[in-house]
C-alpha cells in the first residue's frame, strides 16, 4: 500500500522528491500518512476533496482484497 500510495502522489506533484508516507500501526487498522512540499498540498487534496478522496477509495479497495484496513491521512 505505502509504494502504491508514494507512486501516486508522486505523478501528482511538483517536488516528487519531497513526497514521504509514514506507515502506522494501529488497533488492527494501518494508517498511512501522505507528506507533500507545502505548495503541492492543494494538488493532493484537489477541488473540494475530490483527489484525496479517489486517492483514498484507492488504497481502501486494493488494502480490502488483501484483508486489511487502511486509512490514509493527508499531513501537513
Request: no cysteine; hydrophobic share 40%.
Amino acid at each position: 500500500m505505502k509504494e502504491l500510495l508514494t507512486y501516486v502522489a508522486r505523478n501528482l506533484v511538483d517536488h516528487p522528491e519531497q513526497v514521504s508516507v509514514t506507515e502506522i500501526d494501529a488497533d488492527g487498522e494501518t494508517i498511512l500518512e501522505l507528506r507533500v512540499a507545502p505548495e503541492d498540498t492543494g494538488k493532493v487534496i484537489g477541488r473540494q476533496g475530490r483527489i484525496a478522496k479517489e486517492i483514498r477509495t484507492l488504497i481502501r479497495s486494493v488494502a480490502q482484497r488483501s484483508g486489511k484496513r487502511v486509512s490514509v491521512e493527508i499531513v501537513d
